[in-house]
């Protein structure tokens, strides 16, 4: 139970950070390009490597608390494509290339697949 609340405090932390970062983002850029969400998953994605092996291996005592409140709840208050950043790496890893690049592929073009259906269908629905 104690780490449901640290998610739950992670992720409304990381979801004002996102606003505040991408707000910050879009009044230098404009909103041209999507450079605020470009800016906060590719920063995600490099935080989320970064402290998964500060945590799992520095911080070992810790670290169920801190995947709680940082890596699940923070990160993926901020942006969830930090999670599947790091879960495609550890395919990775593991050697399976056929998994990660399935993984890549389904979640780009189905992702943005199912947001025009999902985008359709509301606007039939209104």
């Known amino acids: 139970m104690r780490e449901v609340l640290l998610v739950f405090l992670g992720a409304g932390s990381g979801g004002v950070l996102r606003f505040l970062l991408g707000s910050l983002v879009y009044s230098y850029t404009g909103r041209n390009f999507p450079w605020g969400t470009?800016?906060?998953?590719?920063?995600?994605?490099?935080?989320m490597g970064f402290l998964f092996v500060l945590i799992t291996q520095k911080f070992t005592n810790l670290a169920p608390y801190l995947t709680a409140l940082i890596l699940?709840?923070?990160l993926g208050g901020y942006t969830t494509f930090s999670s599947f950043s790091i879960e495609t790496l550890r395919l990775l890893q593991d050697g399976k290339i056929m998994?990660?690049?399935?993984?890549v592929l389904t979640s780009?073009?189905?992702?943005?697949?199912?947001?025009w259906v999902g985008y359709i269908l509301a606007q039939k629905i209104i």
Do not use: D, E, H, Q
């Open 108 to 115: 780009s073009i189905l992702g943005v697949f199912l947001a």
């Open 72 to 74: 699940v709840g923070i």
């Open 38 to 47: 470009w800016v906060i998953n590719l920063s995600g994605s490099f935080i």
């Open 99 to 103: 998994y990660a690049m399935l993984n």
